[in-house]
Each structure stands twice: as C-alpha cells, then as structure tokens.
C-alpha cells in the first residue's frame, strides 16, 4: 500500500512545526505528502527525524510555498523532483514492480488561488491549470497524483450530473456547493481524464470535509460567538484508469501541527507487499573524548589492545590486506569494549521534559475541542491555549538557558582544549549541512542519493583523470626496502596525525590509532614491509569518500559548481606522512628555500613577510 496525502500546514519555517510535522507523518502512516503554504522562500532538503523534508522555493510570494515530505519506506525508490511555478512542483518515483520492472509514479504538488483572487485577476487560475498541465506532461505509463489545495469547491453531483459523464471525474460523497474554482477544477479533470479520490468514498461528513473555517454567529446573545464552516476544497487527483487500485480516501482532523486544513490521504494498493524501509546502518562514533582526556582510558585501551595483537600472526603467508583488515576488526573490538560507542543525540526539537510533555498534551486535548467542539466557548479555549503556549515557551527558555550555564561552566572549568571546543561548538548550535543539489541531463534535482553519488563521482573522474591510464602501484621485480620501515617511523608518523576528524571509509578516528601502543606500530611496519617484498596494494590505501561542497557565490545544481573533498583512511595519512619524512631532507634540497609549502617551520606567512 502507497499512502498519498496532501496537506495545507500554514507554515513550517519553525523548526518545532517541521518535528510535528513529522510526528504526524509517522502517527497517520503517511508515505508522500504535498505540503502547501510552507512560508518558506528558501529552497532546502533536510532529514527530519527518518523522514525526508523537500522545500520549494518562493519567487514571487512568501504566504504561499510547496514541498514534500517523504517517508523511509519510499527513500530509496525517489527519483528528482522539480519546482516549477510558486504554485506547482512535482516529485518522481521509480518503484519495483512483481515482475521484475519498475513503474515509475509522478506525485504533482499544487497550490490554487483563492476564490476571491482568481475572480480579481482571472489570469492567475489560467496560469496555474496551464502550469498543472505542464507538471502532468509525461508519458501514459507513468502512475500519476495530484495533491493539493486547490481551494475549489466541486460540490456535491446533482442527479443529471450523476447520470452524465461528469461522474467518471467526481464521486457522489463530494459535499458543498460548486462554486467557480469548483468549475475550473471540473473541467480540467475531464479534459486531462482525472477523478478526485476523495469524493468516491463514504465517510462521515468530518471525514470528507478537509478545512474548518469560522463565522461570527449573529443569532447568538454572546458577543464573540463563532459558528464553524465546514469545506471540501482540498484533493488528491488521479488518473480514470488508476480508480481499480484506490482503497480509501478520507481526510483526518486530528494532527498535532496547527493548521485549519486537514490531512486529505488516498491509499493506493500498489500490490507491493515487500515494499519496506530498508534502514541504511549508520556509521559507528566512537566515544574518543575519553581517550584524549583521560590518561587511564589511553592506558587500558593500549593495554588491552596489545593483548590481542599477536605480531607474530602478520608474519603468516597472507595477503598483506587481508592482515590489514584483521588488524583494523582488532582496533574497532578493542575500542568498543574500551571507550564504548558515542549515543546519538535526540533531534533538537525533542524535549524529555515531563512538564513540557504534560502541557503539550493539554494543549493538544484543547485544540481538538476547539476543532469539533461547536458547544464550547471558542473564546475561553483559545485563552487557554495561549496560556498554555506561554507556559511551554517559557519552560523550554529555562532549561535552554540551564543548559548554557551548564556549557559555560564546562568551558571556564576545563584545562583540556577538547572538551572545551566541543562545548563551544554545542553553545554555538551550528545548524546541520544541507544535501547538495545536482542536476540531471533534464535540468531536474536529482533525488536519489546513490544517483546523486554516481553523477558526481563520473564528473570529477572525467575532470581530474580525463583519458589517462591508471597509475601502476608498482613497477619491476618484487623486493625488500633497502631500508625498511621501523616501528619508531609508524609512531612518528602517527603522533602527527590531528585529533577530531572526519574518518575514512574504515570508520577509525585518527584517535583509535594514536593511542593504540607500540603493538600496533609493530604490526602496521610489518603489513607495509611485506607489500614492497610481494609488490602487493592494499585496497585501504586507495579508498575514500567523495564529499562535495558547494562553491560559495555558484547556483546549485550543475556539477561543476561543486569542490571535492576526500576523507581518506587514518591508514593513508600514516604511509603518507611516513613517506614525507623519508623524503624531507631530498624535498628541501631540491626546492630551495623560496618554497614555503609543506615544509616544517615554513608557511605562507614566510612569503608575506618576504615581501613586505
């Protein structure tokens, strides 16, 4: 089953809305959703919480705004998505089929102008069906949805409409009065052979109506009495053809981000039992704070690190990969037992607090009586949501400001420059790096993120090695160093390697290997001795991972536009200064001393202070 759903949510700027928006999305078991009036101008892609949060930009406005919001079960089946006007957006899907293929689906976000602005200016009604019809350009055996606030009212059917064709486009469950939107949307579902789910099914009325608007009540004797307007003026659109795989259609009321819109879901059977998330495993963090900090730590670690390395096992007739990769198992078992793995931390927007949880269950209780509860005085209970808004808002300033304390104590406390940077970045409440965007052969976002990957790994091979044949690692006979590496060479080399920094494919922090003894450099020298005995590559050595970074002032999207950078293994930068040391003194001989550049004592300011 696909749930489809759209939903008009009056802004998602705050970060709190984007948590609730989540909670929402995982509570009503929502697969793709349609967002409209996001208030967003800034086009973003973020994770929030497992689910995936697409923002279209705004060109022309700022009340208005799309995106999508997409669950983990269909992450891996997205494909690009597209903005194309401040009112319409699309996002492909390619899923697996029984019989091996894949169905590709098109989700199709729309955004119509109100009733009283589209009789004001009639030209913005034409534009956005014209800019639908556009999104709606694709081939017939794509699966395509629409959802959105239309906001049209296409009314209950009369009974020549039922007898007529307008019924293969309307259900008989639409309620209200047609109105001139409800026509325009009429006649673009028969002239594009569309049928809105939501008017095929038979539901209570709460269930079907998808806004709740509110009139002042002039028969009551209360001054600031409110009757309540019920519409239907949100829908999710699909082809004639595809009404045979629809299963429900129904709107829910009941949701914890504040909204005047309800959530309009459609569920599709899509005969895709084994469709599932897939979660990718995370990568490890090991808690290496401790190492640096704490002496006794760094002592059992090497201790019980030196216990389980036997260098006599990398003198075996093995591959010297293979006893790399033993050595590096050794080194992640170790530290687990060791300094344990680092716990992942709870969104930002998450609060344990048992008062901030209390108030905000009341305030939810509230707000649903306000929502369905036409009896009560709407006054009263919109004071006491405000009260209890307040409440919350000042609980949470409390214990956001006793967690600065608490961080401003750790920094004035501390002697050690580690704890003291990370209490720094934690005060600072960086915000987290956003997706790159890249662009297909189309000029569409690729969404997809091992797509993504592809895409940029082709760019940079072709930009950086072009033609040119790879670099043979070795050339003649296979023998020994004339020299060969010593274990007091590998414990240099690693005392130069920098604490806190991003790791390789291997998962190691630079930490691990520091702090590993006088074994570990025993067992390393051997590993890399016997590669130039047997003229064998290690696979550590060449790996990496690809992170590119937008270049600042560059339109995202082209490839071009993007700087690589490559985290290598700790294993690489260990060979890698041991090398430099060994060639330091040749290095400096034939440089000169006009060259500054990786050079100990020398640097760029050596060349500025030259020429001034």
Sequence with gaps: MLNV??????????????????????????DVV??????????????????????????YSYHGGLGFIISPKVLPWIKSYMYISDRVAYLDLQIPSQNGGEVNYRIINAYGPTEPRAKADPQLATTFYRDLKRAYDVPSRYEV?????????????????LASDVSRHVGRYAVGTRNSNGERLVNFLAECDLFACNTAFQ???RHITT?????????????HATKPVYSQIDYILCRT???RILQNARSYGGASLKSDHKIVVATINIGKPYLVHREKPSRRRYNVSRLTSNKDAQHSYASALSSRIDVADYEADTTPTTKLRSLMKVIKETAEDAIGIKKSTRSQNHSDDSQVVSLAEQRQQLRLKLNHNISADRTLLRSKINRLQKRIQQRLKHLKCEAADHLVRTISSTDESRRMFEAVRNLTNSKPARPITVHNAEGHVIADDEEKAEVVKSWFEQHFTGDEPAIVPFEGDARPLNVPISMFEVELAIKRLKNNRATGPDEIPNELLKYAGPSFCGAFSKIINQCFETNSYIDAIGESILTPLQKPGKPPGPVKNLRPLKLLNGVRKILSVLTLNRIQ???????GPWQCGYKAGHGCADIVWSQQ
């Design 241 to 243: 053809r595809s009404k």
């Design 34 to 59: 349609c967002l409209q009036e996001t208030k967003c101008t800034v086009r973003s892609d973020q994770r929030i919480s497992k689910f995936r949060l697409i923002i279209m930009q705004q060109v």
């Design 211 to 223: 806004r709740t608007g509110w009139l002042k009540d002039r028969a009551s004797s209360k001054p």
């Design 585 to 591: 003194d040749q290095v400096n001989n034939y440089t």
């Design 5 to 30: 759903g759209s939903w008009n949510v009056r802004g998602l700027s705050k970060p709190h809305k984007q948590s609730l928006l989540s909670k929402d999305c995982s509570r009503y078991q929502l």
């Design 145 to 161: 949805y629409f959802g959105g606030d239309f906001n049209a009212k296409v009314g209950k059917l009369t009974e020549e409409e």
């Design 203 to 205: 539901h209570p009325s």
